[in-house]
């Protein structure tokens, strides 16, 4: 019987997660079928119902569902419970959820390993999961201090409280994201909002080139977007020189976490990385 996996967002005509996932089972000798499985946020439950009902195995979740996910759970790995969010999802053999965040181990192992964020200070644009799951990730990389960039600052602030509660070595500070100005003091820049995405905003930038001018020239630029393969922000910090990384090693090794998860195996990173630049525009 083939085994069935998903990933559950809104909207999802950008994701390239069936190509890898498929390509990570085809190394794998699997007879397993990722589906990309569009899901609004009203649909959710039903949704989940239906997953549970159909025999599905295991699923992603991603935008705008990693938050809420932490509801419909019964256990959490220690990230999913640190973060409060949740981008991966098995379903046991009682119809019991387990959940997990397998985006923390991405987007942290897919930094340069000659790039050093210890005691450094970092931006992270946005505030949404995969926020979280970032700053988990710098904070094990043992950042300093970190200025949380959001559209809202008095919506931000339960935010705020919860990133002190749960990160008391780190100093953070919230700053309106149409505000910058001087971003001198900053060693890598993490991108986490949709702006620049296909099919969103692709054409926008979260940061303008003059302020991007005002950063160190060894500053890092992180767009953890994947599609299109390179953002105006990161082609316009290539333009200047700077460092740049992109979302594609995050989510190919989030995938790979997610799969040894649902299948007890490690699949081939270059086979999965392969399927991505062969299907992203």
């Known amino acids: 019987m083939t085994e069935k996996f998903g990933l559950i ?5 950008h994701s390239m997660s069936a190509y890898i996932h498929n390509a990570g089972f085809k190394s794998l000798g699997r007879d397993a079928r ?6 609004s946020p009203e649909n959710l439950v039903d949704r989940i119902k239906t997953l549970r009902r159909e025999n599905y195995l295991g699923f992603n979740v991603t935008i705008p569902h990693k938050v809420p996910m932490a509801l419909f759970v019964d256990e959490f790995d220690n990230y999913a419970d640190i973060t409060g969010a949740i981008n991966t999802v098995k379903i046991n053999s009682d119809g019991t ?21 210890s005691e450094k200070k970092v931006a992270v644009l946005g505030t ?4 979280r799951a970032v700053v988990m990730g710098l904070s094990e990389c043992g950042v300093a201090e ?11 602030l339960g935010y705020m409280k919860f990133l002190r509660a749960k990160f008391p070595n ?16 900053y060693d890598a820049v993490v991108n986490t909002t ?11 930038t979260p940061i303008e080139r003059a302020e991007l001018e005002t950063l160190p020239k060894t500053a890092l630029i992180y767009d953890i977007i994947y599609n299109p393969k390179k953002t105006v922000l990161l082609k316009t910090a290539e333009v200047l ?23 007890g195996q490690t699949p081939d990173f270059a086979e999965m990385k392969i399927a991505f630049w062969e299907n992203c525009d």
């Open 9 to 13: 967002g809104y909207p999802l005509g």
């Open 146 to 156: 970190i200025g949380v960039y959001t559209r809202n600052i008095p919506n931000a």
């Open 97 to 117: 959820l387990s959940g997990y965040n397998t985006d923390v181990v991405g987007f942290r192992t897919a930094i340069p390993e000659d790039i050093i964020l």
């Open 128 to 131: 949404g999961g995969a926020s």
């Open 194 to 204: 949709p702006i620049g995405m296909q099919g969103y905003s692709a054409d926008m």
């Open 170 to 185: 780190i100093t953070f500070t919230a700053y309106q994201i149409d505000r910058f100005k001087n971003l001198s003091d």
């Open 241 to 263: 020189g700077l460092r740049t990384v992109n979302g594609a090693d995050m989510l190919v090794r989030q995938a790979i976490a997610a799969q040894k998860i649902w299948l």
């Open 34 to 39: 990722y589906e990309i499985l569009e899901t």
